[in-house]
C-alpha cells in the first residue's frame, strides 16, 4: 500500500547543546498505482464492445431446374443504367437495338430533381409488375466507386428488389462517349 514517512529522524529533545534536527519530506510510494492502471485498463479492454461491420442485404435469386431460365427477364421490365464519368448517368429500358437507340438512350444525374435517377427508377416500377422489374447496373471504366455505391444506396433506398451489376458491352461504351462529347460542345 501506499507508504508515508514521515519521521523526524531522531528523538526530540530540547536544549541549548542539541542541533535542531532536519525534517524530512513527506514520501508517497506510487507503485501499487501502476497496478491499479494496469487492472483498470485491462477491465476497459474487455468490457468494451468493437464497432460492428454494417453491410447491405442481398437478395439472392431462387433455384431453379433449368439454369438458362434463372436469369431471363422480360425485356420491357428491364431498365438499364449506365454510369459514365462526372457523375453523368445513362439509362435505357428494355432491349437496346439499333432501331430505337436515339428515343431510347437518355441522360440523367444523381440529383433529386425530376430528370434525377431515383425519379426515373420510381415512375418504372410504378409501371411495371413488381415480380418483373429488374435494375441492370453496368459501370464504366471511368465512373467512380462512389457512384456505384450512390446507385447501389438508390436501389436499397427505392426498395428495388431485383437488380445486377453486369460488365457494360462495347456498343453501351461507344455511346456514353458519343453522348458525353455531343453533351460537351
Not at 415512375?123 to 471511368?142: G, H, L, W, Y
Request: charged content about 25%; aromatic content about 8%.
Amino acid at each position: 500500500m501506499a507508504e508515508m514517512d514521515t519521521s523526524s529522524g531522531g528523538s526530540h529533545k530540547k536544549g541549548p547543546g542539541v542541533k535542531k534536527s532536519k525534517k524530512m519530506s513527506t514520501r508517497v510510494d506510487l507503485t501499487p498505482m501502476v497496478d491499479l492502471g494496469f487492472l483498470l485498463i485491462t477491465f476497459f479492454i474487455f468490457t468494451t464492445t468493437m464497432s460492428l461491420p454494417t453491410t447491405m442485404n442481398l437478395f439472392l435469386p431462387k433455384d431453379t431446374d433449368k439454369p438458362e431460365e434463372q436469369n431471363k427477364i422480360k425485356d420491357n421490365s428491364a431498365l438499364t443504367i449506365l454510369l459514365g464519368n462526372d457523375n453523368n448517368v445513362f439509362y435505357y429500358e428494355g432491349m437496346l437495338d439499333n432501331a430505337n437507340v436515339s428515343a431510347n438512350f437518355k441522360s440523367s444525374n444523381f440529383g433529386g430533381g425530376e430528370d434525377g435517377i431515383r425519379n426515373i427508377i420510381l415512375r418504372k416500377k410504378a409501371n411495371t409488375d413488381e415480380k418483373d422489374f429488374m435494375v441492370v447496373i453496368k459501370p464504366s471504366d471511368e465512373c467512380t466507386y462512389k457512384n456505384v455505391v450512390d446507385i447501389l444506396d438508390e436501389m436499397t433506398i427505392n426498395v428495388v428488389k431485383r437488380y445486377a451489376m453486369v460488365d457494360i458491352s462495347d456498343v453501351e461504351v461507344q455511346l456514353i462517349k458519343a453522348t458525353e462529347a455531343a453533351s460537351s460542345k
